[in-house]
Nanobody
Framework: QVQLVESGGGLVQPGESLRLSCVASENIFNFNAMNWYRQAPGKEREWVASINVGGRIDYEDSVKGRFTISRNGPQNTVYLQMGNLKPEDTAVYYC?????????WGQGTQVTVSS
């Protein structure tokens, strides 16, 4: 069973930065794509960013220019560098690994942006 473990969440003020990490239990290049999602209180889970096996990167419009997804293959780790954080970025952030029709999820890490 694939395991994904996120870390790096916390409480920050608007304008500050955080880096989330997601460590996979196996080679991340085994998956078609590694993704970050988030779920704010009372809202649906939404996609935030993706990096596919070939290195293509995509972002949800509201985070473009502020968030950066990256990976470290030897460490089986995917990162989400978040800058200029806003209160509306407050959510539980989930790592997701996708292989064909299979989708694996981490337990999530809380990010709270508040003054």
């Amino acid at each position: 069973q694939v395991q994904l473990v996120e870390s790096g969440g916390g409480l920050v003020q608007p304008g500050e930065s955080l880096r989330l990490s997601c460590v996979a239990s196996e080679n991340i290049f085994n998956f078609n794509a590694m993704n970050w999602y988030r779920q704010a209180p009372g809202k649906e889970r939404e996609w935030v960013a993706s990096i596919n096996v070939g290195g293509r990167i995509d972002y949800e419009d509201s985070v473009k220019g502020r968030f950066t997804i990256s990976r470290n293959g030897p460490q089986n780790t995917v990162y989400l560098q978040m800058g200029n954080l806003k209160p509306e970025d407050t959510a539980v952030y989930y790592c997701n690994a996708q292989f064909l029709s299979r989708s694996y999820w981490g337990q999530g890490t809380q990010v709270t942006v508040s003054s």
